[in-house]
């Protein structure tokens, strides 16, 4: 199965489950997020505005703030991104992607960064919706990183190595059903 196949085998899954079912898988997520972030003791964390498609972690987002979090998210330029700080009002970009108003670039060290994914492979690399997006960001930025959480309402995991070397390799895969652990990964 090449990477494309295995996308859009995983899309099907995840635009196939009805709204009960994601507000449920949501909220587990957003749970296991917190137990992580706390037990990191992360004070500064990277998380993205989802889409639909998403696990919708807008309460972890709630949450954090009111922690005194310093939460960084993605702002669009060209083929990448780059970070700033989390702020309302929010605006919607392209391909329906909400960001704050235009900000400062952040370029400390980041605890903890939550990425989402559509599935990832045997390697622990994550397969996205295509677009390099964060690929690009994390080629630049990945000394930056100290932990890289992938999230998604569902696991999807190809049994075979599907991604590319230079697609971003993730430390944890939170899933509602499991906490999967890279083999690397050290606690």
Do not use: W
């Not at 890289?148 to 190809?158: L, N």
């Amino acid at each position: 199965m090449d990477k494309s196949t295995f996308r859009n085998h995983c899309m099907d899954e995840l635009k196939q489950m009805n709204r009960l079912r994601t507000y449920r898988r949501d909220k587990v997520v957003v749970q296991r997020l917190k137990d992580v972030i706390q037990q990191k003791q992360a004070k500064t964390v990277m998380l993205y505005l989802p889409l639909s498609i998403e696990v919708n972690i807008y309460n972890l987002i709630t949450h954090l703030r009111k922690e005194g979090v310093t939460l960084l998210v993605p702002f669009m330029e060209g083929k990448s991104f780059r970070l700033v700080k989390y702020r309302l009002p929010l605006s919607v970009k392209n391909f329906g992607v909400k960001e704050p108003n235009i900000s400062n670039t952040f370029y400390k060290q980041i605890d903890i960064a939550i990425v989402p994914v559509i599935g990832i492979d045997e390697t622990f690399r994550r397969v996205g919706f295509g677009k390099g997006y964060y690929d690009r960001f994390f080629a630049r930025h990945k000394k930056k990183i100290d932990t890289v959480v992938f999230v998604g309402r569902k696991a999807c995991i190809a049994s075979t190595v599907v991604t590319d070397d230079y697609d971003v390799e993730g430390d944890l895969y939170i899933t509602p059903k499991k906490i999967y652990r890279n083999k690397i990964f050290k606690r």
